[in-house]
């Protein structure tokens, strides 16, 4: 993963030709073979690669999309349209997967399949923000205005920020229209919080059902730096893999030295309290660019701090975070299904890579609370 992450895909391919020629059922590093030859062209050996998985399990949510996706590079799309089948049923409970199939239909030039997914992503979920442009933009699209403007509205009830962003994207002020009370909240730059502010928030892994969340209290002026490892800590990830941030439409990272990705913000200098923040507003914290763990964050409160208060602190959260490289979310379940039936015919192999066996329900906020316990103390240390 970090190779492709960097760019040198052609070395990828030679180590997971050989990590499958020696575990020729790890299902997840067959997938992420073909993801690669999918990016590099190869069209035929991926689409090869993701049958050999649709052998093994007709249903594998990567597999399938993976196939569908290189049978419409290949132009073949009623061949598409039949691999992503075992899938639909699933899209009417699972927000992300919806959005996905949205995303193939829309790619596939059919706008119309392409809103009724993403629209179907917005009603299961419909407290997550990112749904919405994707329904907004196509409604655009496809001539219903007064469908986009009655969703941005909702949007702007939801999150003000992205929806005022989205208005003025769709609905420019003009002289005959005006720059009205949500057009000028948009070009109102949120105030720095104070430094000795206090920030609860909620930190929910974006496609886990139940929900894997954290809810805890930082301080609101450390830098991003200093919170992505605060975040790796209370999820339980290892630090392992590129990470970003997105906070009112800006990204911010680690530049790569050698000039591969988008270019981000330092994360060095930026601070929590200087980044447009303020309660209710929600911001995203990605790790690993190749599973895509991505982590809706919300400001719950922001808060006085306590007179012996010790910050960062866990206050509670629900479910135990996914083994790292385990192939994202749908790789993740993946690995539930296969942990919870000794008969299945990747058990065997699946517990000993893991090291033994899994319970997603473990959480425990004391042991959340005895790592964060090395950022209280280096924070004590600062003159």
């Known amino acids: 993963r970090a190779l492709v992450e960097l760019g040198d895909s052609e070395q990828a391919l030679v180590i997971l030709r050989a990590l499958v020629e020696q575990e020729p059922r790890d299902s997840n590093a067959r997938y992420f073979l073909g993801m690669v030859l999918h990016e590099l062209g190869r069209y035929d050996e991926a689409l090869a690669v993701y049958r050999v998985l649709r052998a093994d399990d007709p249903a594998f949510t990567p597999a399938c999309m993976g196939e569908a996706s290189t049978l ?85 009830e939801l999150d003000p920020v992205l929806g005022a962003e989205t208005l003025l994207t769709f609905f420019p002020p003009t002289p005959a229209r005006g720059s009205g009370a949500l057009e000028q909240a948009f070009f109102s730059a949120a105030p720095d919080l104070p430094k000795e502010a206090i920030l609860q928030l909620k930190v929910t892994l974006r496609g886990s059902k139940p929900p894997i969340w954290r809810r805890i209290q930082v301080p609101a002026d450390i830098t991003l730096e200093k919170f992505h490892g605060i975040l790796q800590a209370t999820m339980g990830w290892y630090d392992g893999h590129l990470h970003q941030f997105t906070i009112e439409g800006q990204d911010y990272g680690m530049s790569d030295p050698d000039g591969w990705g988008p270019p981000v913000r330092s994360e060095k200098r930026a601070r929590l309290a200087s980044v447009g923040l303020r309660e209710k507003s929600r911001f995203r914290y990605e790790y690993d660019f190749g599973d895509g763990w991505e982590h809706d964050i919300v400001v719950e409160k922001v808060l006085s701090p306590e007179p012996n208060g010790r910050y960062p602190v866990c206050l509670k959260g629900k479910g135990a975070c996914p083994p790292e490289d385990i192939g994202g979310i749908w790789g993740y379940y993946h690995f539930l299904e296969v942990m919870a039936n000794p008969k299945d015919p990747e058990y065997d192999e699946m517990r000993e890579w893991h090291g033994g066996d899994f319970d997603p329900d473990t959480f425990s906020c004391d042991e959340v609370n005895a790592r964060l316990e090395h950022f209280r103390k280096k924070a004590k240390k600062k003159p």
Request: charged share 25%; aromatic share 8%; no cysteine.
């Open 72 to 156: 419409l590079a290949l132009n073949r799309q009623n061949e598409a349209l039949a691999a992503l089948q075992p899938l639909l049923a699933e899209a009417n409970e699972n927000p992300p997967l919806a959005m996905t199939i949205g995303q193939f239909f829309e790619y596939a030039d059919d706008p119309a399949r392409a809103l009724e997914y993403y629209r179907k992503a917005m009603m299961l979920d419909p407290d997550e923000p990112m749904y919405y442009p994707l329904v907004i933009e196509l409604s655009m699209r496809l001539g219903d205005q007064a469908g986009a403007r009655q969703t941005i509205d909702r949007l702007l």
